[in-house]
C-alpha cells in the first residue's frame, strides 16, 4: 500500500472515530433503540400491568383491537 493510501485509509478511520465521539450517550441510545423499536403492525408481546382501578391487565386481551399504549406519567 502506497504511502497515499494508508494516508487516505487512516484519515478515514480518524474522521469516522471523531464523529462517533461527537455523538452524545442520548443519541447512541436512541439510535439503538430505533433498530430494535417495534414497528407499525409489528406483534407486541404479551404487557401486563394494572388498570387504574387496580384491576390486572394484560395486553393480549386487546389482540385484534386498536390498542394505543401510554407509558408514563400524563399529568
Known sequence: MTCLRLGVVLATVLSAGAAFAQQTMTERMNAGFEKRAPQVGDELPDAK???LTGEPYA???DRG???VLVFGCLT
Open 49 to 51: 400491568g394494572f388498570e
Open 59 to 61: 395486553l393480549r386481551g
Open 65 to 67: 383491537h386498536l390498542t
